[in-house]
Every structure is written in structure tokens, then in C-alpha cells.
């Protein structure tokens, strides 16, 4: 959908090295401005935003317990 509204080059210029975004100066043009597009496109935002808000929370549980575990083994199988 995304490639439909948006054009790939102008895109992936806005990408930096860092995987981060770099924001333009000017406003580029949509390849579409189709109404249903923009609302389909919406909502997988809207998908994706709701489920990075529950995995971040189970990655920081995660990391959590994992370092409790490495704790825990190396308080049982000391390795000098």
C-alpha cells in the first residue's frame, strides 16, 4: 500500500545509515492521494503502532529474565 502513496526514492532517501528517519525541508508529492489508499494505509499504522506497544514491553520482561538467569548460572557453575 505504501508504495502506492509514497514514491520509493524520495522514501528511502529519507533513511538514514542509522536505520533512523531524517526529516525533509520540503513536503514531496504522494504518488496518490486515493482516499481509500490513505485510510488502508492508516490503519496498518495504526496495526503496527498497537503492536510495537506490546512487544516492547515483553522484549524489557525478556531482557529482564534473561539476566536473571545468567545471574543464576553463574552463581551455580562458576567459571574462573
Known amino acids: ?24 525541508t520540503d513536503n514531496p508529492q504522494l504518488r ?8 488502508e494505509l492508516s490503519v496498518y499504522s495504526i496495526y503496527l503502532n498497537g503492536t510495537r506497544r506490546g ?3 515483553l522484549l524489557i ?6 539476566q536473571e538467569l545468567i545471574g543464576v548460572l553463574q552463581k551455580e557453575y562458576p567459571i574462573n
Open 55 to 57: 512487544i516492547l514491553p
Open 32 to 39: 496518490s492521494s486515493d482516499p481509500e489508499l490513505l485510510k
Open 1 to 24: 500500500v505504501a508504495a502506492k502513496i509514497f514514491d520509493p526514492a524520495i522514501f528511502r532517501s529519507t533513511e538514514a545509515v542509522s536505520g533512523g528517519i531524517i526529516r525533509t
Open 61 to 66: 520482561n525478556l531482557k529482564k529474565n534473561g
